[in-house]
């Protein structure tokens, strides 16, 4: 018997409530395990996941995220290393992100650090250039 | 007596809600193997009848279990019950446990090692699409990256 559409909808609040539990993360943990097994069934827990909340409309998306009242600096440190994070989970390189150990995730943070340096450093450059220009010959 | 007649015994007297943990025991041994012997038409028919009997209430009743064996044996029933290859209307069992509230017991067996393995499978079982399966034809065709890793997973070659 084939599914209505309703139904099939229904099931999906199972990947919802993945999400809204907070369990993703352990998933993500999971699926670097030394057991094979384990590694392999939190890796399809989240591809199959990622399948639903990647056809999910953008505002039910969104009322998934945890609800968080207090105010977010807009240049956290741990905003880069999240995004990082979130684009790894929502756009693909799923296997790139099994072996998203310890010590790549040090790597990274490191990387987007001297990035993020390296871009203020490229402003005031700029800055001093446009405030102080050379006079003519 | 055959494994049906079991089966309706342990529907009947309710043993895997039953407060004697050998009752609970019997049950589920008897439920495992009746699972672990069905596919097709007969799948279905028992996804129906566990339904209908209210099953998934014990079930995930079973899940925060003191025994560790009861509750693996719980998590593989549940996964199994959530796969295709078992039950073609197996969403109609995953809306039953969401009903009964299994979300939110099945993920605290993630923080045990001794359960995590088959609370991932269960899971990934629970979180499958039916609609990306391949025997729905007509449906939307996954493109190769976002297809779901087991479209029609089973626990059953992992249990000895």
Known sequence: ?137 | MGLDELLVIVLQQNLLGSPSADERAEGLGILMEKVSVTYGAAGSSLGHLLRASGVPVPLTALLSDVDLAMRNQALWIIGNLCSDSVDVDSALTKQALMAAGADKVLFRCLDEEATLELACAALQNLCQDPRWAPRHPRSRQPAPLRAPAAARPSLRPAWP
Do not use: C
């Open chain 1, 1 to 137: 018997m084939a599914l209505s559409v309703a139904v099939a909808w229904r099931v999906h609040r199972w990947a919802e409530q993945t999400v809204r539990l907070g369990a993703v993360a352990r998933l993500s943990e999971l699926a670097a395990h030394g057991s094979e097994n384990t590694k392999k069934y939190a890796a399809g827990a989240l591809r199959n996941m990622q399948v639903r909340l990647l056809e999910m409309p953008p505002d039910q998306l969104k009322a998934l995220t945890p609800k968080d009242d207090k105010p977010k600096p807009m240049f956290s440190r741990e905003s880069p290393l999240n995004q990082a994070r979130a684009l790894a989970l929502f756009h693909g390189s799923f296997a790139l992100r099994l072996s998203f150990g310890l010590g790549a995730r040090l790597r990274l943070r490191i990387r987007l650090r001297l990035k993020l340096r390296l871009r203020v450093g490229l402003r005031r450059r700029t800055a001093l250039v446009v405030t102080f220009p050379s006079l003519p010959p």
